[in-house]
T-cell receptor, first 114, second 112 residues
Framework: DGGITQSPKYLFRKEGQNVTLSCEQN?????MYWYRQDPGQGLRLIYY???????QKGDIAEGYSVSREKKESFPLTVTSAQKNPTAFYLC?????????????FGDGTRLSIL | RKEVEQDPGPFNVPEGATVAFNCTYS??????FFWYRQDCRKEPKLLMS???SGNEDGRFTAQLNRASQYISLLIRDSKLSDSATYLC?????????????FGTGTSLTVIP
């Protein structure tokens, strides 16, 4: 079945540590996105990529980094510069060409500080 | 002004009730509209697209009013399983590809 796979489901970060969240999709979608959701709040865009080897900052990119070396993969690194990383991280993908296609989400990664 | 605004609720309704949510958007160039459902501690899942002519899927009806720049979701005969947060989403097409704008969500609890 086609879909988006995020791993791990739960992740714990020690202070000063960088951690990487995985996002893989086999939907053949061009665009991929990373969001952060804090309890009781909406989704905030961290980074997005419309095409391989290109990505753009979203609203809250500071303390995060991404790469897009393959169409299927869009990993997110939460760096030690992100001082409040505890949140629910969601990866999404979409078709870009038509402007009327929705995003599809992975089932998320919960990140906590040890 | 936010791109998309929703009443956060919460809406607490009895089983069998009809409930409606509205969502307003600020940019008249917005192109496509969706409703998503998000269960507690889960990812958002697409509920339905929203078309200018209005569309229905079982107990759910979505409407778009471009003149007033709002979309709505009506749920009839509410079930306990409808309890969730409902997110409205708007797409625009500036340079650089699709931009998705999410509302903060409206919380619904259906009470036995």
């Amino acid at each position: 079945d086609g879909g988006i796979t995020q791993s791990p489901k739960y992740l714990f970060r020690k202070e000063g540590q960088n951690v990487t969240l995985s996002c893989e999709q086999n939907l053949n979608h061009d665009a991929m996105y990373w969001y952060r959701q804090d309890p009781g709040q909406g989704l905030r865009l961290i980074y997005y990529s419309q095409i391989v080897n290109d990505f753009q900052k979203g609203d809250i990119a500071e303390g995060y980094s991404v790469s897009r070396e393959k169409k299927e993969s869009f990993p997110l690194t939460v760096t030690s510069a992100q001082k409040n990383p505890t949140a629910f991280y969601l990866c999404a993908s979409s078709i870009t060409d038509l402007g009327n296609q929705p995003q599809h989400f992975g089932d998320g990664t919960r990140l906590s500080i040890l | 002004r936010k791109e998309v605004e929703q009443d956060p609720g919460p809406f607490n309704v009895p089983e069998g009730a009809t409930v409606a949510f509205n969502c307003t958007y600020s940019n008249s160039a917005s192109q496509s509209f969706f409703w998503y459902r998000q269960d507690c501690r889960k990812e958002p899942k697409l509920l339905m697209s929203v078309y200018s002519s209005g569309n229905e899927d079982g107990r759910f009806t979505a409407q778009l009013n471009r003149a007033s720049q709002y979309i709505s979701l009506l749920i009839r005969d509410s079930k306990l399983s409808d309890s969730a947060t409902y997110l409205c989403v708007v797409i625009r097409l500036p340079r650089g590809g699709n931009q998705f704008y999410f509302g903060t969500g409206t919380s619904l609890t259906v009470i036995p």
